[in-house]
Nanobody, 121 residues
Framework: QVQLVESGGGLVQPGGSLRLSCVCP?????????FGWYRQAPGKERELVAS???????KYVDSVKGRFIISRDNTRTTLYLQMNNLKPEDTAVYYC??????????????WGQGTQVTVST
């Protein structure tokens, strides 16, 4: 059973920044797979907002382009999401997971507990 652990969320004012982290006890999981950050806002479906391939190619949804950066650390065992210029609409629980190669199918592993990001004055 793959366990994913997210951290780094919190309460931040609009325009502020946060950096989220995702780790897995199996050190090969994050390095050997395409990975992504998802978020789920209250009353909304979970959405993939940023992804990174094994080779390091990144993609973002339009709503976060230019503000969020997905990356792995040099050891490729930790996944990050640097979030800048945060907006109230970024408020959500954020999760990491490995997107299925068929986008219509769910991600590869069980969801972790997520980390809450709240953007508010």
């Amino acid at each position: 059973q793959v366990q994913l652990v997210e951290s780094g969320g919190g309460l931040v004012q609009p325009g502020g920044s946060l950096r989220l982290s995702c780790v897995c006890p199996d050190r090969n999981i994050i390095s050997m797979n395409d990975f992504g950050w998802y978020r789920q806002a209250p009353g909304k479906e979970r959405e993939l907002v940023a992804s990174i391939t094994r080779g390091g190619e990144t993609k973002y949804v339009d709503s976060v382009k230019g503000r969020f950066i997905i990356s792995r650390d040099n050891t490729r065992t930790t996944l990050y999401l640097q979030m800048n210029n945060l907006k109230p609409e970024d408020t959500a629980v954020y999760y990491c997971n490995a997107p299925h190669s068929a986008p219509a199918l769910p991600p590869l592993w069980t969801w972790g507990q997520g980390t809450q990001v709240t953007v508010s004055t």
